[in-house]
């Protein structure tokens, strides 16, 4: 079945640096990629998306990029903020009416002031 | 997108009782999920909920235990039966847009603590 690996963490960052959560994937076919983020004590909030191989998924500094050859979807933002300390979530779902997602363990940041 | 609400936010319970969790979409939706997260774990679904019959639910999940409503397109209810407190958990709503089925929402979830 499909499966998403998420980089381990938690992550601990001082504000400014870059950041790096590393997501790979397995699939049948050609899912379309997620990266979600959840704030302390609130749900799931859609970060970024991929939707095909090559596309380039980008919201808030952040971005990922749907790389087929290496079946990755990692997630990069240039200079980090105290307000990006979250749980981020790799997802995938298949390109259809009824499938279903497959999501990520999570990866906890902290950012340092 | 959709905006999704759920009520309530948050319940404290006694072992034993059951809570029925609310979740309103704004739009109609082909699709609506319901999760749960365990504490400092990722989601797991516990059922599709399917308008006008039955939900769908996955290994380790059964009806007697989270019955699961859907009357309309967008509304659904599930229920916490016979609690305890392994139960204790955030459950989220979740949605495909209709005709957006690449794409899915979360609600803000409902955060249970069962003593």
């Known amino acids: 079945g499909d499966s998403v690996t998420q980089m381990e963490g938690p992550v601990t960052l001082s504000e400014e640096a870059f950041l790096t959560i590393n997501c790979t994937y397995t699939?049948?076919?050609?899912?379309?990629l997620f990266w979600y983020v959840q704030y302390p004590g609130e749900g799931l909030q859609l970060l970024l998306k991929?939707?095909?191989?090559?596309d380039k998924g980008s919201n808030k500094g952040f971005e990922a990029t749907y790389r087929k050859e290496t079946t990755s979807f990692h997630l990069e933002k240039g200079s980090v903020q105290v307000s990006d300390s979250a749980v981020y979530f790799c997802?995938?779902?298949?390109?259809?009416?009824?499938?279903?997602?497959?999501f990520g363990d999570g990866t906890t940041l902290t950012v340092k002031p | 997108s959709a905006v999704i609400s759920q009520k309530p936010s948050r319940d404290i319970c006694q072992r034993g009782t059951s809570l029925t969790i609310q979740c309103q979409v704004d739009?109609?939706?082909?699709?609506m999920f319901w999760y749960r997260q365990q504490p400092g774990q990722s989601l797991t679904l516990i059922a599709t909920?399917?308008?006008?019959?039955?939900?769908?639910?996955e290994s380790g999940f059964v009806i007697d235990k989270f019955p699961i409503s859907r009357p309309n397109l967008t509304f659904s209810t599930l229920t916490v039966s016979n609690m305890s407190p392994e139960d204790s958990s955030i459950y989220l709503c979740?949605?495909?847009?209709?005709?957006?089925?690449?794409?899915?929402?979360f609600g803000p979830g409902t955060r249970l603590l069962v003593l």
């Open positions: 699939a049948t076919g050609y899912p379309s």
């Open positions: 979740s949605v495909v847009p209709t005709g957006g089925y690449e794409t899915q929402y």
């Open positions: 997802a995938l779902r298949p390109n259809t009416n009824a499938g279903k997602s497959t």
């Open positions: 909920a399917n308008q006008g019959s039955e939900a769908t639910y």
């Open positions: 991929a939707t095909k191989a090559d």
């Open positions: 739009s109609q939706v082909t699709m």
